[in-house]
T-cell receptor
Framework: DVKVTQSSRYLVKRTGEKVFLECVQDMDHENMFWYRQDPGLGLRLIYFSYDVKMKEKGDIPEGYSVSREKKERFSLILESASTNQTSMYLC?????????????FGPGTRLTVL | GEDVEQSLFLSVREGDSSVINCTYTDSSSTYLYWYKQEPGAGLQLLTYIFSNMDMKQDQRLTVLLNKKDKHLSLRIADTQTGDSAIYFCAEGRGSNYKLTFGKGTLLTVNP
């Protein structure tokens, strides 16, 4: 069975802290994605990666960075957390270039920045 | 533009059919998807349709695609309380299969 796991379900951090969100997939997928989900705004793409050490900005990359040192792991980094980064963060992966391109999602991390 | 539009809310009675509608803007979309999100969980793929198809049926789910109008719908037959969730429409294009999601439709099923 396809599996995407995220390091934490709930996280509480203080303003200014450095925050790491980890995502691991066991499907040998090339593509990995980080989204944030906010009420009324749906899913917004922060960053994605189509190969190890490769990354591309999504629609809202400001305030975030990413790291992909191994194929199965994609990390989202908040260099200095701010209250407007309080959100649900969802990681996903997909196979490229073959297949129907569907993305498989992790359970999400609900981050609260105080 | 690259918007995917959906109505935000739908309320039905248990046992009725639900129809969730979606419009998209990019005629070069290759695949169109429906995802379901239950409270506090990630997104789960329900079904997808290739852009050269008009219809796809999978048990209680029927997807209709009108490419001319760029309109996609998801019909859930015999809707149950366990179908209460947020449903996202998404379109995919490009070699890296970046998806564009709608804002989601909250389906409420009343007993």
């Amino acid at each position: 069975d396809v599996k995407v796991t995220q390091s934490s379900r709930y996280l509480v951090k203080r303003t200014g802290e450095k925050v790491f969100l980890e995502c691991v997939q066991d499907m040998d997928h090339e593509n990995m994605f980080w989204y944030r989900q906010d009420p009324g705004l749906g899913l917004r793409l922060i960053y994605f990666s189509y190969d190890v050490k490769m990354k591309e900005k999504g629609d809202i990359p400001e305030g975030y960075s990413v790291s992909r040192e191994k194929k199965e792991r994609f990390s989202l980094i908040l260099e200095s957390a701010s209250t407007n980064q309080t959100s649900m963060y969802l990681c996903a992966s997909s196979l490229m270039p073959s297949g129907s391109g569907e993305q498989f999602f992790g359970p999400g991390t609900r981050l609260t920045v105080l | 533009g690259e918007d995917v539009e959906q109505s935000l809310f739908l309320s039905v009675r248990e046992g009725d059919s639900s129809v969730i509608n979606c419009t998209y803007t990019d005629s070069s979309s290759t695949y169109l998807y429906w995802y379901k999100q239950e409270p506090g969980a990630g997104l789960q793929l329900l079904t997808y349709i290739f852009s050269n198809m008009d219809m796809k049926q999978d048990q209680r789910l029927t997807v209709l695609l009108n490419k001319k109008d760029k309109h996609l719908s998801l019909r859930i037959a015999d809707t149950q309380t366990g179908d209460s969730a947020i449903y996202f429409c998404a379109e995919g294009r490009g070699s890296n299969y970046k998806l564009t999601f709608g804002k989601g439709t909250l389906l409420t099923v009343n007993p």
